[in-house]
């Protein structure tokens, strides 16, 4: 049986990802693990915190919809993944949103920082295609259907 509600399978995941290719990577990964939630993509860390503090172009927030799941990469132009983390982490709104970070880095600083940070997973990205799609449809399936979140986040 699966712990996640309907509400929460229509909320959107919001990708912060600035490589066309890995978006690419995460839009076939979402259609080939018939992940029902829309993907919302974002390609530096300043538009991430503008959509997700609805402020600047995404001040309406019907067009930055609450996401369910964040895939979160470090090393963005702007504001770093880190910045970002950080500032999800710190705001009442959006601190219980879950935050994967998928990155290249493999370094233990990395990995560290972001856990200390409050990232609920780390992921280096498989440098084979179907590898990391499977890791983004194993990400999606387990953040939406498996775990049991707060009711805030849903």
Known sequence: MMAADQSLQMQPVLLVEDDPEDVY??????????????????????????????????ADAQDAPRPALILLDLNLPSVDGREVL??????????????????????????????????????????????????????GRYWLKVAELPHEVR
């Open 25 to 58: 990577i995460a839009r076939r990964a979402f259609e080939r693990g018939k992940i029902p939630n829309p993907l919302r993509t974002v390609g530096d860390g300043k538009e991430a915190l503008e959509f997700l503090e609805r402020t600047g172009r995404y």
């Open 86 to 139: 950080r500032r999800i982490r710190s705001d009442p709104l959006l601190r219980l949103i879950p935050v994967v970070v998928v990155t290249t880095s493999s370094a233990e600083s990395d990995v560290r920082a972001c856990y200390e940070a409050g990232a609920n997973a780390y992921i280096t990205k498989p440098t084979e295609f179907d590898s990391f799609l499977q890791a983004i449809v194993s990400v």
